[in-house]
């Protein structure tokens, strides 16, 4: 099984920072696809941001140029720093990643329990 953990939510004000670290552990063979997703309230769960293994990276429009998203493949760590944040990015946020638990596996969908975070006008 594999656990994600995830940290750095919380209450800040407009135009301020957080930073989100989620933390994959288990049995792992391989990390694929790591990213961050967000769902407000009354609204549909959203991607925010991806990174591949090799380090590619994509961003939801609303994010680009603020946020930031980075991995640490030796840690199964993925961050995703958020900077010049708004009212409207209040949301749950919960991580996800694409895991193969052994050699020659499928690539599976595992998600974090989600952390609040809450932009204040």
């Known amino acids: 099984q594999v656990q994600l953990m995830e940290s750095g939510g919380g209450l800040v004000q407009s135009g301020g920072s957080l930073r989100l670290s989620c933390a994959a552990s288990?049995?792992?063979?391989?990390?694929?696809?790591m990213g961050w997703y967000r769902q407000a309230p009354g609204k549909e769960r959203e991607l925010v941001a991806g990174?591949?293994?090799?380090?590619?990276?994509n961003y939801a429009d609303s994010v680009k140029g603020r946020f930031t998203i980075s991995r640490d493949n030796a840690k199964n760590t993925v961050y995703l720093q958020m900077n010049s944040l708004k009212p409207e990015d209040t949301a749950v946020y919960y991580c996800?990643?694409?895991?193969?638990?052994?050699?020659?596996?499928?690539?599976?969908?595992?998600w974090g329990q989600g952390t609040q975070v809450t932009v204040s006008s």
């Open positions: 996800n990643t694409a895991v193969a638990l052994y050699y020659g596996s499928d690539y599976e969908n595992y």
């Open positions: 288990g049995s792992i063979f391989s990390i694929n696809r």
């Open positions: 990174i591949t293994s090799s380090g590619r990276i």
